[in-house]
Every structure is written in C-alpha cells, then in structure tokens.
C-alpha cells in the first residue's frame, strides 16, 4: 500500500494550519497527489444567481448568508494553495457544497488517507463539527489521521509510533493503513494492554495472532517492530495515553471502535477517550 492520494479537510479555524501543515509534509515525503476539501456549508447553486422567491427580506438574508459562506470557503481554498506553494508535488483544493461530514466522508473516499483535525470543544462550532473527526473515522471507510490543534512541532514523518493492537478487526485496518508510515519510522512499538495486575489474563482476542507474531508479518512488509503486553489498574485510555508519552510517541494507530443503533452512531469509550483527549497525532480506522 502506498499513500497515492491524501486528503485533507481545510476550513477557516485556528487548527487548519496545522493539519494542512502536517498534510504537506506527507505529501513531500510520500509523493502523494494533496487533495484539499473545503466544504462550503451551502446548498448546491446557492449564491449570487440564486433567485430570491418573494424579495422579502428573509429570502435576501439566505442569499447573503450563502455569499458569505461560498466566499470564505473560496478564502480558505486561497490560503491552502498559498501554503503549497512552491509544491513538489501534485496538489487541487475542492469546495464542496453542503456539510463537512459528508464532503469529507464522500470525496476522502477518493484517497488512501484522510486528515481531519481533533474537535475543539472550548470553540464556539457546531455539533456536526465537534463530531466531524468521529463521523468521518466511522464513515469513510479509509484510515483517518486526527492531528491535534495542540501539541509539539514536528519535522516530516513520524520516526516513533505506537500501534495499539488487540486483535480486532478494527486494529487489523488501522495497522494496515498505517504500513507506508510504519516503513519510514524508525521505531514502531506493538502494543496490548491488559486491565488488572494477572499475567495470565490474555490482552487480545483469543483466536487473534499474539502481537509478538505479528513481528513476522510486519518485517516482511520492511517494517521492524517490538512487541509489548502490559497489565494496568487504569482505564486502558488512560493506560495507552501514559505510554504513548512515555515512549515519546509521534503516531498513536489504534482500530476505531463504534455502535450502531437505529440510525445512530456512537463511540465506544477507549475510542472516544483517546481521540479527545491525545496529544499526538492519532491513525484510525473502522
């Protein structure tokens, strides 16, 4: 697997930068096409040559109000194209009319790795952009890359990562999404975790290959890795966070677990911990 094609949600918030920062770098390094969303929270074919029904004065303020929305998501296209240049690589911006979930969802499909930026809770957005990084992990079928608004500076690529694995099928994904970056890194740590002090007590599906018999595999794709499997009294979040740090950590991969009732979706609590909660930038997939 190579990274052919990133894509990566640009809007106009503080934390912007840094996910399309990172989503460069990437870019350089992998020889990727960049392909920037900008959703423009608009109705297709709103704008200035949108008919106004009655000429009342609501019907102009949902004109106006579409203007502004097309007109910033045309600014933040501007500013992409401007932190790409001069671009050694191939690189488009993309505004895409309606919400962001579903333009990220629908055209990150397009790519082998979608970048989103972690929710800011303290900001004042909407619910579907707190939940935009969730929605898009759960949706898109494609390893999502959650870059957090705070957090250290880095240089290219991740030279250190942690991959969180017990033996689910969601682990399994988000290892393999997570290959042309685990080839480039210098050390990449395979972790279980266990709750309680038992050493007996296995820290991945039963039927599921150990994670030392993982080495096997991961070195014939050129990777080389070290196999951990810790008992913890904390929650496991907690618990992989600790380590994370601990390591020095660039790159946390992990299976993004969630549930679904009717026509709702929620997080399982490992999942939801660590990506509110992290640091570092953190690889997903569900």
Not at 196 to 216: C, F, I, K, R, T
Request: charged residues 20%; contains cysteine; proline residues 5%.
């Amino acid at each position: 697997m190579t990274l052919s094609t990133i894509s990566v949600h640009l809007d106009h918030t503080e934390c912007c930068e840094a996910r399309t920062r990172l989503a460069v770098q990437l870019a350089r390094l992998h020889g990727s096409h960049l392909m920037g969303i900008v959703p423009t929270w608009t109705t297709a074919g709103a704008g200035a040559g949108t008919p106004v029904r009655g000429g009342g004065r609501l019907d102009e303020a949902i004109v106006e109000a579409s203007l502004y929305l097309r007109r910033r998501a045309e600014t933040v296209a501007h500013v992409f194209r401007s932190r790409t240049r001069p671009a050694t690589f191939s690189c488009d911006a993309r505004l895409v009319d309606g919400d962001p979930v579903s333009a990220v969802v629908h055209h990150g499909r397009a790519s082998d790795l979608i970048v989103v930026g972690q929710a800011d809770m303290s900001a004042a957005v909407s619910d579907a952009a707190r939940r935009l990084p969730e929605q898009v992990m759960l949706d898109a079928g494609r390893p999502v890359l959650i870059v957090p608004c705070a957090g250290r500076r880095r240089s290219s690529g991740f030279d250190r990562i942690l991959v969180a694995w017990d033996g689910g099928r969601e682990a399994s994904m988000a290892m393999r999404g997570a290959m042309p970056l685990l080839r480039r890194a210098a050390h990449v740590t395979v972790l279980t975790l266990r709750r309680g002090d038992s050493a007996e007590a296995p820290a991945h599906a039963p039927d599921a290959p150990h994670p030392a018999a993982l080495s096997g595999w991961l070195l014939r794709h050129g990777v080389q890795a070290s196999a951990e499997s810790l008992a913890t009294p904390l929650r496991i979040g907690d618990a992989l966070l600790d380590r994370a740090e601990v390591l020095g950590t660039d790159l946390l991969v992990m299976g993004g677990y969630g549930h679904a009732r009717m026509q709702e979706q929620w997080l399982g609590g490992v999942t939801r911990d660590v990506l509110t909660r992290t640091g570092i930038p953190l690889l997903m997939a569900h």
